[in-house]
């Protein structure tokens, strides 16, 4: 049996909100991956953080105030 949890991305305009948005994600205990933007998302360089779908409420709260999001998008 596999877990076919769906996951999301959560894209920013530089690379430097994506790192603080990573220690912010650590702090709050939400498991995360910091990957390339994927292309068919986005041609810009960077990179953007994926995360389980049903941490979505907890990720906004935890960026809230904190870090400038471009988008938070599914990833499919």
């Known amino acids: 049996m596999t877990d076919e949890t769906p996951f999301c991305v959560v894209l920013f ?22 990957i390339p933007v994927p292309r068919h998302i986005s041609s810009d360089c960077g990179v953007c953080i994926r995360f389980s779908d049903p941490d979505t409420q907890r990720v906004r709260a935890a960026l809230d105030g904190r870090v400038a999001v471009r988008d938070i998008s599914p990833l499919d």
Not at 18 to 31: D, R, T
Request: glycine fraction near 4%; avoid cysteine; charge should be positive.
């Open 13 to 34: 305009d530089s690379t430097s909100e994506a790192l603080l948005a990573e220690k912010l994600f650590k702090k709050a205990g939400i498991p995360h991956k910091v």
